[in-house]
């Protein structure tokens, strides 16, 4: 594919699918904020309880929008959410964000759990970029230091996967019912490391420098497999591995996004190191996650696939994570597989009825029935963010 074609399309949806979605659909002009939950039919319902990860994602998507596309309706919809965190999740008498309100705004699971206050922290200074507004980059490190004073293990290091409200200890540790109730997984770690990358981007502070360069060193040491390169997903407070599950989405996120932190960081031994295992990690998924339709499938486990469906994210982490691995190699088999990956979402996943992308689709390319447009979990932030690298890494191109 030529790159100028390749632009316009990504643009295209970017702008006039994806998030037109969003602005047209999603804001809740009753009780404030975003729709909790939208089904695949358009139906909304203004009852759903609303998350902690959906409104961060929300503030992230339009203000990286924003930022290369400065249209004033994407600010807009970042002040939306933003002021809808400040106003109703954030815990106003211990610090940091609960991880889920109720339609009204009402805290209903008001535990600190460290995924979501990652994402508040992603979000928060990917906004201070657009606006430079000194409150939300103040929001943003008295997060980080919240999560260092409570959720960061100093025996073992990393982080905890949850506390409860006043942060202390909590045995409702899972981040969903997929997830086992183990003390630390890859996910939780993966995405603390793309909070405090964004984070070091605007706050180059020694105690961030330090955190994010030992959150990368215990991703390589503890959670990248060395003997086949996939991430291990979930782990004891002392590291011992619980479960032996691939996540063929995260494996090619996590690829680039550990390159990204490698280079943001600045340290050049370290980022050789990482661009190597990330062209190793890019190589396994490349082999043995590739279906022959050029979409890549959930799960794995040594006995073969756990779940051939192929949900909406791994596609967009693909397209990205093996055109990191192009960049980085210059073997052009990634390029291809990354258009692969582009056709295939073309192909299967953009909604071209009622707007955005279908959540998945089975072995046969059926969109998933039942699956929502919006919830808790299906947010704008894989979709538009690989639209928005793209088109990023793509403007470098001659």
């Known amino acids: 594919m030529k790159t100028p074609d390749w632009k316009s399309q990504l643009q295209q949806e970017l702008q006039a699918n994806i998030l037109a979605f969003w602005t047209d659909h999603t804001v809740d002009g009753q009780q404030g904020g975003f729709v909790g939950y939208i089904d695949p039919h358009l139906n909304k319902n203004l009852d759903a309880d609303k998350g902690l990860v959906l409104n961060a994602r929300i503030l992230w998507t339009f203000a990286s929008a924003y930022r290369l596309f400065p249209v004033p309706k994407y600010l807009e919809m970042a002040e939306r959410a933003y002021d809808y965190l400040k106003a109703y999740f954030a815990d106003p008498e211990y610090g940091g964000f609960y991880w889920m309100v109720d339609a009204q705004g009402i805290p209903v699971q008001d535990k600190k759990q460290v995924y979501g206050q990652a994402f508040v922290i992603y979000a928060l200074a990917e906004y201070y970029r657009v606006t430079s507004n000194t409150e939300v980059l103040e929001r943003a490190i008295e997060l980080y230091r919240l999560l260092e004073q409570h959720g960061y293990d100093p025996v073992h290091k990393g982080y905890i996967e949850a506390l409860a409200r006043d942060w202390k200890p909590t045995e409702d540790l899972s981040l969903s019912n997929k997830d086992l109730n183990e003390k630390k997984s890859m996910n939780t770690h993966l995405h603390v490391l793309e909070a405090y990358t964004n984070l070091y981007r605007v706050w180059k502070s020694p105690e961030l420098q330090n955190s994010?360069?030992?959150?990368?060193?215990?991703?390589?040491?503890?959670?990248?497999?060395?003997?086949?390169?996939?991430?291990?997903?979930?782990?004891?407070?002392?590291?011992?591995?619980?479960?032996?599950?691939?996540?063929?989405?995260?494996?090619?996120?996590?690829?680039?996004?550990?390159?990204?932190?490698?280079?943001?960081?600045?340290?050049?031994?370290?980022?050789?190191?990482?661009?190597?295992?990330?062209?190793?990690?890019?190589?396994?998924?490349?082999?043995?996650?590739?279906?022959?339709?050029?979409?890549?499938?959930?799960?794995?486990?040594?006995?073969?696939?756990?779940?051939?469906?192929?949900?909406?994210?791994?596609?967009?982490?693909?397209?990205?994570?093996?055109?990191?691995?192009?960049?980085?190699?210059?073997?052009?088999?990634?390029?291809?597989?990354?258009?692969?990956?582009?056709?295939?979402?073309?192909?299967?996943?953009?909604?071209?009825?009622?707007?955005?992308?279908?959540?998945?689709?089975?072995?046969?390319?059926?969109?998933?029935?039942?699956?929502?447009?919006?919830?808790?979990?299906?947010?704008?932030?894989?979709?538009?963010?690989?639209?928005?690298?793209?088109?990023?890494?793509?403007?470098?191109?001659?």
């Open 212 to 398: 994010l360069s030992e959150l990368i060193d215990v991703t390589l040491e503890h959670i990248i497999d060395p003997k086949t390169a996939h991430f291990l997903l979930f782990f004891d407070d002392t590291w011992e591995i619980k479960g032996h599950h691939v996540s063929y989405g995260h494996d090619i996120e996590g690829s680039w996004l550990l390159v990204e932190a490698a280079e943001v960081l600045g340290i050049p031994v370290l980022t050789q190191r990482v661009k190597d295992i990330a062209v190793a990690m890019a190589e396994a998924v490349y082999m043995e996650g590739v279906d022959l339709d050029g979409g890549i499938w959930n799960e794995a486990d040594s006995d073969g696939l756990t779940d051939d469906h192929k949900d909406w994210w791994p596609q967009a982490e693909a397209m990205v994570g093996f055109y990191n691995a192009y960049q980085l190699t210059g073997d052009a088999k990634y390029r291809d597989a990354a258009a692969h990956s582009w056709r295939f979402i073309q192909t299967y996943l953009v909604d071209r009825e009622n707007g955005e992308w279908f959540w998945g689709v089975d072995r046969s390319g059926d969109p998933l029935p039942g699956e929502p447009k919006v919830s808790p979990w299906k947010c704008p932030y894989h979709n538009s963010r690989a639209c928005l690298e793209m088109l990023e890494r793509l403007g470098h191109e001659q």
